[in-house]
Protein backbone atom coordinates (compact mmCIF):
# COMPACT_ATOMS: atom_id res chain seq x y z
CA UNK A 1 0.00 0.00 0.00
CA UNK A 2 1.45 3.14 -0.82
CA UNK A 3 0.98 6.46 0.82
CA UNK A 4 -1.36 9.06 -0.74
CA UNK A 5 -1.36 12.79 -0.33
CA UNK A 6 -4.52 12.34 1.17
CA UNK A 7 -3.97 9.72 3.51
CA UNK A 8 -0.80 11.90 4.75
CA UNK A 9 -2.97 14.48 5.25
CA UNK A 10 -5.34 12.73 7.07
CA UNK A 11 -2.79 11.55 9.38
CA UNK A 12 -1.18 14.81 9.94
CA UNK A 13 -4.69 15.88 10.87
CA UNK A 14 -5.00 13.11 13.38
CA UNK A 15 -1.68 13.94 14.59
CA UNK A 16 -2.61 17.97 14.50
CA UNK A 17 -5.94 17.01 16.74
CA UNK A 18 -3.54 14.59 19.40
CA UNK A 19 -1.67 17.52 19.95
CA UNK A 20 -4.60 19.84 20.53
CA UNK A 21 -5.85 17.67 22.90
CA UNK A 22 -2.78 17.06 24.68
CA UNK A 23 -2.19 20.68 25.26
CA UNK A 24 -5.95 21.44 26.02
CA UNK A 25 -6.17 18.38 28.53
CA UNK A 26 -3.01 20.04 30.19
CA UNK A 27 -4.53 23.63 30.36
CA UNK A 28 -7.86 22.21 31.75
CA UNK A 29 -5.83 20.38 34.52
CA UNK A 30 -4.07 23.37 35.18
CA UNK A 31 -7.19 25.17 35.69
CA UNK A 32 -8.38 22.87 38.12
CA UNK A 33 -5.58 23.27 40.30
CA UNK A 34 -3.13 20.19 38.82
CA UNK A 35 0.16 20.00 37.73
CA UNK A 36 0.25 21.12 33.63
CA UNK A 37 1.36 17.51 31.97
CA UNK A 38 4.51 19.12 30.33
CA UNK A 39 6.80 22.39 31.10
CA UNK A 40 5.43 23.53 27.91
CA UNK A 41 2.78 26.41 27.77
CA UNK A 42 -0.13 24.59 26.59
CA UNK A 43 -1.44 27.55 25.21
CA UNK A 44 1.62 28.08 22.96
CA UNK A 45 1.44 24.21 22.13
CA UNK A 46 -2.37 24.92 20.93
CA UNK A 47 -1.05 28.17 18.80
CA UNK A 48 2.04 25.45 17.64
CA UNK A 49 -0.41 23.16 16.26
CA UNK A 50 -3.20 26.14 14.72
CA UNK A 51 0.05 26.76 12.42
CA UNK A 52 0.77 22.98 11.90
CA UNK A 53 -2.70 22.82 10.57
CA UNK A 54 -2.72 25.89 8.29
CA UNK A 55 0.91 24.34 6.99
CA UNK A 56 -1.39 21.38 5.95
CA UNK A 57 -4.08 23.18 4.46
CA UNK A 58 -1.41 24.18 1.79
CA UNK A 59 -1.81 20.40 0.57
CA UNK A 60 -5.36 20.43 0.96
CA UNK A 61 -5.16 23.69 -1.64
CA UNK A 62 -2.83 21.58 -4.06
CA UNK A 63 0.25 24.04 -3.29
CA UNK A 64 2.60 20.90 -3.38
CA UNK A 65 5.79 23.03 -3.04
CA UNK A 66 4.58 25.49 -0.49
CA UNK A 67 3.25 22.39 1.55
CA UNK A 68 6.72 20.52 1.09
CA UNK A 69 8.60 23.68 2.37
CA UNK A 70 6.63 23.91 5.01
CA UNK A 71 6.70 20.52 5.95
CA UNK A 72 10.46 21.11 6.16
CA UNK A 73 10.29 23.75 8.47
CA UNK A 74 7.49 21.66 10.53
CA UNK A 75 10.32 18.80 10.82
CA UNK A 76 12.85 20.82 12.01
CA UNK A 77 10.74 22.67 14.52
CA UNK A 78 8.75 19.96 15.36
CA UNK A 79 11.96 17.73 16.02
CA UNK A 80 13.61 19.92 18.04
CA UNK A 81 10.78 21.58 20.54
CA UNK A 82 8.47 18.40 20.50
CA UNK A 83 10.84 15.31 20.11
CA UNK A 84 14.74 16.45 21.63
CA UNK A 85 13.35 18.88 24.28
CA UNK A 86 10.82 16.39 25.97
CA UNK A 87 14.21 13.40 25.81
CA UNK A 88 16.50 16.16 27.40
CA UNK A 89 14.20 16.09 30.35
CA UNK A 90 14.20 12.66 31.38
CA UNK A 91 16.48 13.91 34.22
CA UNK A 92 13.77 16.26 34.88
CA UNK A 93 10.73 14.22 35.00
CA UNK A 94 9.38 16.27 38.07
CA UNK A 95 8.09 18.91 35.56
CA UNK A 96 6.00 16.45 33.92
CA UNK A 97 2.51 15.71 36.04
CA UNK A 98 3.60 11.89 34.95
CA UNK A 99 6.00 9.92 33.46
CA UNK A 100 2.99 8.78 31.38
CA UNK A 101 2.55 12.10 29.89
CA UNK A 102 5.93 12.40 29.06
CA UNK A 103 6.34 9.58 27.04
CA UNK A 104 3.39 10.74 25.24
CA UNK A 105 4.31 13.72 24.81
CA UNK A 106 7.35 12.54 22.90
CA UNK A 107 5.34 9.98 21.05
CA UNK A 108 2.74 12.29 19.78
CA UNK A 109 5.65 14.10 18.67
CA UNK A 110 7.54 11.93 17.12
CA UNK A 111 4.80 10.84 14.84
CA UNK A 112 4.12 14.24 14.21
CA UNK A 113 7.66 14.77 12.48
CA UNK A 114 7.94 11.82 11.04
CA UNK A 115 4.65 12.60 9.36
CA UNK A 116 6.52 16.39 8.20
CA UNK A 117 9.21 14.73 7.08
CA UNK A 118 7.18 12.00 5.07
CA UNK A 119 5.59 15.46 3.45
CA UNK A 120 8.82 17.32 2.88
CA UNK A 121 10.69 14.60 1.35
CA UNK A 122 7.82 14.00 -1.05
CA UNK A 123 7.26 10.25 -0.18
CA UNK A 124 3.78 10.04 -1.27
CA UNK A 125 2.07 9.53 -3.92
CA UNK A 126 -0.15 11.93 -6.10
CA UNK A 127 -3.64 12.44 -4.75
CA UNK A 128 -5.49 10.23 -7.61
CA UNK A 129 -8.24 11.89 -10.16
CA UNK A 130 -11.46 12.09 -9.23
CA UNK A 131 -13.92 10.33 -11.80
Known amino acids: MSLTLNRLVFLQLLYCAAGLLYNVA????????????????????????????????????????????????????????????????????HLYQSVWTWMSAILVNISGTALALVGAFGLFQPPTPQS
Open 26 to 93: SMLESRVGDALWAPTDPGYGVVGMTIYLLFVSTAMLEQKYLYRFLMTIAAVLLGYSGVLKHVFNIGDL
